[in-house]
Antibody, heavy 122, light 107 residues
Framework: QVQLVESGGGVVQPGRSLRLSCAAS????????MNWVRQAPGMGLEWVAR????????YYADSVRGRFSISRDNPTNTLYLQMNSLRDDDTAVYYC???????????????WGQGTLVSVSS | DIQMTQSPSTLSAYVGDRVAITCRAS??????LAWYQQKPGKAPKVLIY???TLESGVPSRFSGSGSGTEFTLTISSLQPDDFASYYC?????????FGPGTKVDIK
């Protein structure tokens, strides 16, 4: 069955960096685009970034463009989110989520991990 | 960017009630709309995609309708397991955007 397991969250000071990972299994990782979606405490869902199946196309929310970078390592079935210049308002649970269709363009997400909490605080 | 709005933000209802949640897009998204259910401390779960297609395994009491800029999620007979938050999402174009959510709680 599809499994997505995020790691790398924690407490970090404003201005510092953090890298999140998402280990994928149970599907052909190399065929699907992948996303990061976050949720601040008590708030709604915010899509953060998406990377195509082969890493050639990347999209970002305006709120993180230029600070965050999405990448993937297909041989190890791992998705990453490099977060630089972190701010207080980046505090959230970060979910990785799989595109529903292989080799697709813009689409929704059918499987989500359980999330990893990033807390930006001095 | 396409902005999504939802109403109401909170909905109080009884078990057995028929409830409806509205989602509006700032521009036409044809039918590229998904609905998600989220329970506290859990990841979202997709209920409906393409505005009206029920995801496999989702109870038939859930239904979706609409196209263009206005969409509705309807629960025909609210069950105890349905008390949760619901989000619409447009996937017509990047950046993907979610509505602010509707919390359905017990009256």
């Amino acid at each position: 069955q599809v499994q997505l397991v995020e790691s790398g969250g924690g407490v970090v000071q404003p201005g510092r960096s953090l890298r999140l990972s998402c280990a994928a299994s149970g599907f052909t990782f190399t065929s699907f685009g992948m996303n990061w979606v976050r949720q601040a405490p008590g708030m709604g869902l915010e899509w953060v970034a998406r990377i195509s199946y082969d890493g050639s196309d990347k999209y970002y929310a305006d709120s993180v463009r230029g600070r965050f970078s999405i990448s993937r390592d297909n041989p190890t079935n791992t998705l990453y989110l490099q977060m630089n210049s972190l701010r207080d308002d980046d505090t959230a649970v970060y979910y990785c989520a799989k595109d529903v269709s292989p080799y697709s363009g813009s689409t929704f997400q059918d499987y989500w991990g359980q999330g990893t909490l990033v807390s930006v605080s001095s | 960017d396409i902005q999504m709005t939802q109403s109401p933000s909170t909905l109080s209802a009884y078990v057995g009630d028929r409830v409806a949640i509205t989602c509006r897009a700032s521009q036409s998204i044809t039918n590229y709309l998904a609905w998600y259910q989220q329970k506290p401390g859990k990841a979202p779960k997709v209920l409906i995609y393409r505005a009206s297609t029920l995801e496999s395994g989702v109870p038939s009491r859930f239904s979706g309708s609409g196209s263009g800029t206005e969409f509705t999620l309807t629960i025909s007979s609210l069950q105890p397991d349905d008390f949760a938050s619901y989000y619409c999402q447009q996937y017509n174009s990047y950046p993907l955007t979610f509505g602010p959510g509707t919390k359905v709680d017990i009256k």
